[in-house]
């Protein structure tokens, strides 16, 4: 493994740390460059101020106990783009991120994921 994928790796698992360990939003969105941008299927988030904001609705909107059934399926690391697959049980199946690291930091991320309809 290279210094870079290295890096990347680094970043992004302490990333995932912050939000499974319930550290402060301002904890997870300490891995992002000041304009770093955040694109999901509802809109791009750009910069920290509207990262952080993604984070707190996100996580409130997460159903009971999500974070504790949080699994990594699966990180895939290539120099400094790396991809993960997760899944919150049965509520959501599947969710996938791509981020982009630089000077040890997230400048970019895709976000997107399938919750599965309400019973």
Not at 35 to 58: L, Q, V
Not at 67 to 93: H, K, M
């Amino acid at each position: 493994m290279n210094v870079e994928t290295t890096v990347t790796e680094s970043v992004v698992r302490n990333h995932l740390q912050a939000f499974l360990d319930q550290k402060s939003v301002a904890a997870i969105v300490s891995d992002y460059d000041e304009d770093a941008h955040f694109y999901s299927e509802a809109m791009i988030y750009r910069g920290k101020p509207e990262i952080h904001g993604f984070f707190e609705n996100f996580i409130a909107a997460l159903p009971a106990r999500a974070i504790e059934r949080f699994a990594l399926r699966s990180l895939q690391v290539d120099g400094n783009v790396a991809y993960i697959t997760w899944c919150i049980g049965g509520d959501i199946p599947l969710g996938t991120d791509t981020f982009v690291v630089a000077n040890g930091k997230i400048v970019s991320q895709t976000f997107a994921m399938y919750a599965a309809p309400a019973q």
